[in-house]
T-cell receptor
């Protein structure tokens, strides 16, 4: 149990376009999901906490207008990188917690050209 | 401030040898403790966790970890490493009772020599 999926697994886009990443909890409901960013050879950095039916909570320094989060249902949260630029290229990972243990998706690698 | 320290950035062991990855935390209270493993280009897989009770916890893939309150440590061990164990290992903590605020160490990369 406790499986989290992400789609797409990788995406390449042109600078200035927007990219949507989906995170789904497959076998449990998640009122809260988390979005992380990971730079090469570094640890995970929490970007925001996604709350079903309400606004996301962003960590300090994360631009909420750049990284739009929508948690429309108990099994789906989306992260939209708006007007993407090369510096947004990274590995984005989501997680969800059926209890007090977070389970992670496989990640989405974003490359902005 | 709360923090997690993994003092070893990179460790290389021979296949079949034992392994210990170190993790220390700085927290006012006893947090919930986790070890995750990440293969290249993949998400994180939970190896094991400690919330309370027996301080020696067993996880998947033959891993175990021991919580030592006096040392604020939660070291990961495996008696015999397999080549497939080569990956990045992250120790993480969260304040008990809260779903968020999962704080990660910087990770330890494990290489396995044949």
């Amino acid at each position: 149990g406790a499986v989290v999926s992400q789609h797409p697994s990788w995406v390449i886009c042109k600078s200035g376009t927007s990219v949507k990443i989906e995170c789904r909890s497959l076998d449990f409901q998640a009122t809260t999901m988390f979005w992380y960013r990971q730079f090469p050879k570094q640890s995970l950095m929490l970007m925001a906490t996604s709350n079903e039916g309400s606004k996301a909570t962003y960590e300090q320094g994360v631009e909420k207008d750049k990284f739009l989060i929508n948690h429309a249902s108990l099994t789906l949260s989306t992260l939209t990188v708006t007007s993407a630029h090369p510096e947004d290229s990274s590995f984005y990972i989501c997680s969800a917690a059926p209890g007090e243990t977070q389970y992670f998706g496989p990640g989405t690698r974003l490359l902005v050209l | 401030a709360q923090s997690v320290t993994q003092p070893d950035i990179h460790i290389t062991v021979s296949e079949g040898a034992s392994l210990e990855l170190r993790c220390n935390y700085s927290y006012g209270a006893t947090p919930y403790l986790f070890w995750y493993v990440q293969s290249p280009g993949q998400g994180l897989q939970l190896l094991l966790k400690y919330f309370s009770g027996d301080t020696l916890v067993q996880g998947i893939k033959g891993f175990e970890a021991e919580f030592k309150r006096s040392q604020s440590s939660f070291n990961l061990r495996k008696p015999s490493v397999h080549w497939s164990d080569a990956a990045e290992y992250f120790c993480a903590v969260v304040l008990g009772g809260s779903q968020g605020n999962l704080i990660f160490g910087k990770g330890t990369k494990l290489s396995v020599k044949p």
